[in-house]
């Protein structure tokens, strides 16, 4: 069994691996205007990232909310240092100062922004065609006046505990990972301009800050940006 087991390990570390090195496999998808260079993004407003964590154990899963909160800061974070790599100036974060009335409206965005991400998600290919917006309604966001897009984050991340990993012997296990998305929105118009997807196979709740990098930097390599993507 000890053998079955060390076996199995080795295969998802190898596979994990394999993966952080395809996690460029899913194409960004870009709005035509952008893509031909008609529109640019230099000034952002980046929203505090909404991801989920889940622990996966045998006896099934269990929420962590300060896990969640601790890997949406270090997102953040990364992000930010990404996208000003590439050029663009991130505009402070909107929660830092945020009165009662703008938290209302942040959260507002985020939910129109989730109602059409479930429809993004489904067929990406949308934004190629510059078919994806939230309204023009986005324009009367006060925190991105002056801002070029909103960027918005979401994410799902997953720690198999090792008897869970181990159960893919018996074919119900579990896999630590990390999926997630990132979407520009116009903040003048609400067009989405941007959808790209964040993946990484591994556990990233151990040193978040360093094991999300080369993932969101992947994940913004097709992104047209001020800087081109280093090689």
Known sequence: MKGRLRLVLIVLACAAGAAEARVHFFRAHVHPRLQAGRLAIGKVVLLPPEIEFMRVGVKGPEGNSTESDQLARSLYSVLASELAARGVTVLPNPMASATSEAKYAIANLQARY???RTQVSRKPTRVDDGHVTLGDGVATFEPAHGADALVLVRGAATQATKAKTAALLIGFGAVSSFQGDIGFVD????EVLVWTRINRLGDVSQDPADRL?????NALRDVPLPAPAAR
């Open 213 to 217: 990098v080369n993932c969101t930097r």
């Open 187 to 190: 903040a003048r118009t609400g």
């Open 114 to 116: 989730d109602s059409v």
